[in-house]
């Protein structure tokens, strides 16, 4: 591989590391966000809402399957990378799809949810949901995990492994250095001189 390739190939896994880490973050920040915002109406106003915890349980898992994707990355080779990237396009994929139950239908979202648990919830025309903008947001974290895994899956071929270099300067370390230590003990004996002294 040419010097013009292995710099591509850095700037490539560096490309999609950095948006694995972006995405995971953002996932993970949002999600502790409040994510529907109800107004109940009636004897006085009550107003709160449901975090991205309660609501999208598994938007936390997927921020930390993104985060693990910073170390994988780089940590991988061949075909084992790919299978990192393949599983970076599928967490964000499943981000989006949460996410976007919850803006498609806040209420059934709020209803299904364990928040139901502590605050209990009238069907009555008084109660007023809507989403606020933390699942537009995941939404976008979302789409920039599937835009490095699926960069990684695609172009992960060309890029730089960690530890390879390393890998064969110590074994060849190691040889040369056994060589040249039976070759001067030899030397030794030569010379009259006992080396194991």
Known sequence: ????????????????????????????????????????????????????????????????????????????????RRVVGLVVVAAGAGTIA????????????????????????SASPNLSLRATGWPWVDVCAGVVALVAGGFALLRSGGWPAMGRRYESGRAAQRSSGSQADASSMWDCLDQGEDPTV
């Open 98 to 121: 949460l996410a976007a139950d919850v803006l498609a239908d806040p209420k059934a979202a709020v209803t299904g949810s364990r928040y139901v648990g502590v605050f209990s919830f």
């Open 1 to 80: 591989m040419s010097e013009r390739d292995n710099t591509r190939g850095r700037r490539e896994l560096v490309f999609a590391v950095v948006g694995c880490a972006i995405a995971g973050a953002v996932v993970l920040f949002s999600a502790g966000r409040r994510w529907v915002h109800y107004v109940v109406l009636g004897g006085g106003q009550v107003t709160g809402g449901p975090t991205g915890h309660d609501v999208a349980a598994g938007t936390s898992a997927l921020g930390l399957v993104l985060l693990a994707a910073v170390v994988a990355l780089p940590a991988t080779r061949r075909w084992l």
